[in-house]
């Protein structure tokens, strides 16, 4: 079993930045893929981005160019950094954890995620 807290979401601005993290709990953590997903009231969970065992990164479209994942194995923490934040970008921001031990794949379908956190929100708005 994983067990996975996200924090740091918040209410920002446009333009601002937030940095969200999800700790990990239960298995060695750089034994598999995260990724981070969202969902804003009325519409479907979406892929924001995953992040392999090794650091490789897949990013939405809208995601690129403002977001970064990255992950701290030691501290058993994955990070998504979101900068020029947009009022599109409110949701529930959830991060992921894939539960094959060893691959070394990038996940960007919902499905491919074995465990869930409960979810931070991220509100923009001025």
């Known amino acids: 079993q994983v067990q996975l807290v996200e924090s740091g979401g918040g209410l920002v601005q446009p333009g601002g930045s937030l940095k969200l993290s999800c700790a990990a709990s239960?298995?060695?953590?750089?034994?598999?893929?995260m990724g981070w997903f969202r969902q804003a009231p009325g519409t479907e969970r979406e892929f924001v981005v995953g992040?392999?065992?090794?650091?490789?990164?897949i990013y939405a479209d809208s995601a690129k160019g403002r977001f970064t994942i990255s992950r701290d194995n030691a501290k058993n923490t994955v990070y998504l950094q979101m900068n020029s934040l947009k009022p599109e970008d409110t949701a529930v921001y959830s991060c992921a954890a894939h539960g094959s031990i060893g691959s070394s794949a990038i996940y960007v379908q919902e499905n491919d995620y074995d465990y869930w956190g409960q979810g931070t929100q991220v509100t923009v708005s001025s």
């Open positions: 239960g298995r060695t953590f750089s034994n598999y893929a």
């Open positions: 992040i392999s065992r090794g650091g490789g990164a």
